[in-house]
């Protein structure tokens, strides 16, 4: 709760809201959250000058890299699929129970109405753009009703 114009914090599991004096509120997860001199002991480690360094063992650090995009990538969506799960037990649901009532039905191409008789391949369900035969045919002086599959 804000009074006049002083800021609170209340702590709540690793969360810190904050109300600030125009009583808007946001809040800042802080389980996450590492120091910057934390960082650079955590870093001091693995810095890799690439200067001077050939095309090749380029290559093996991209490689490196690119591997570890992945790992981090799968451990990223694991953790949310297990959230995922745990909030669907929660409500007593599985998640082929959530999947299912969602499915899409596709709409069929619609029939063809009409068909050109100097070319039966060319079809035209009646909807949307007429094609060229058909105008041509039209212009010509046949019906719509002639062309009808």
Not at 96 to 114: E, L, Q
């Amino acid at each position: 709760m804000v009074i006049g114009s002083e800021w609170h914090a209340q702590n709540y599991a690793g969360t810190t809201s904050y109300a600030v004096p125009s009583f808007e509120y946001f809040s800042l997860n802080l389980d996450n959250f590492v120091e910057p001199k934390k960082m650079e002991n955590r870093m001091a480690g693995k810095k890799i000058s690439i200067e001077g360094m050939s095309l090749d063992q380029l290559k093996s650090h991209l490689k490196d890299v690119e591997k570890a995009i992945a790992e981090f990538a799968k451990r990223k969506k694991d953790e949310a699929l297990k959230e995922i799960q745990a909030v669907a037990k929660k409500h007593g649901l599985s998640i082929d129970d959530i999947v299912a009532g969602k499915s899409k039905t596709r709409k069929s191409k619609a029939a063809a109405k009409y068909r050109n008789p100097e070319n039966p391949s060319q079809e035209w369900s009646g909807r949307g753009r007429q094609p060229a035969w058909f105008k041509a045919a039209i212009a010509a002086g046949k019906k719509p009703e002639s062309l009808e599959i």
